[in-house]
């Protein structure tokens, strides 16, 4: 039986992530796929595709949060790709992670804007 809010969430992460998002989920398979799937169906098979924000406003909710918590840089390298694939400028995502100095600090701002020069570089 096929897991539908799987295969949503796997449209969706094509869309949004491309190859970065299957990294994530194929380092995943040799020790715990179970995680693989469920990072695939709740997050985007019942989150991003529900209505009410676009992509573009999803990821920019995402990349917040992740520079506020300061402690998920890797997913934040993912999410800072996934905003810019789906259309959030680089200015944009400078000053979004700048507004977080004002709530997390600047240790988080800072951690985020570094991550954002490693993306950038490698774009």
């Given at each position: ?15 949004i992530d ?21 990072t695939i ?66 240790p988080a ?15």
């Amino acid at each position: 039986m096929k897991d539908l809010r799987f295969e949503k969430g796997l449209e969706l992460l094509n869309t949004i992530d491309g190859e970065a998002g299957h990294q994530v989920i194929n380092s995943l398979k040799d020790i715990c796929p179970d995680l693989a799937k469920m990072t695939i169906a709740f997050p985007f098979g019942d989150i991003y595709s529900r209505d009410g924000l676009d992509l573009r406003s999803r990821e920019i909710a995402t990349v917040a949060a992740l520079t506020a918590m300061g402690s998920c840089l890797p997913q934040l390298k993912v999410h800072l790709n996934a905003a810019l694939n789906v259309g959030v400028t680089e200015d944009e995502l400078k000053e979004i992670i700048i507004q977080m100095a004002g709530y997390a600090g600047f240790p988080a701002a800072l951690n985020g804007m570094f991550m954002l020069k490693e993306v950038l570089a490698t774009r």
